[in-house]
């Protein structure tokens, strides 16, 4: 039996979500096996759990929420790197 979203437990939601992440982290599976795995395990549907998918990306379950201060770190790296190159774009613009 196919368990539905709305039966299942938060915990169990959040595992599954975390499992799901950790799964596609670790490289060794893809997206689309990882949630064959997943599905398979925890005998629910792909719609179920792309809901679940989409409830623990949005409210940040972990594993997202252990990892929130590096990424954190690595955007404000990105967001300098992107506006230095944006400033010298337009500082060479100027010079034109």
Not at 48 to 58: A, F, N, P
């Amino acid at each position: 039996m196919v368990m539905q979203f709305r039966t299942i437990p938060l915990a169990q939601r959040q595992d599954i979500f975390f499992k799901l992440v950790t799964l596609q982290d670790a490289r060794s599976n893809g997206v689309r096996e990882s949630k064959k795995i997943i599905t398979d395990q925890f005998q629910i549907d792909d719609a179920t759990l792309e809901k679940i998918t989409e409830e623990g990306m949005d409210r940040n379950w972990p594993p997202l929420a252990e990892n929130e201060s590096d990424n954190q770190h690595q955007v404000s790296e990105l967001d300098t790197a992107t506006l230095s190159e944006e400033q010298n774009e337009t500082d060479g613009r100027n010079d034109s």
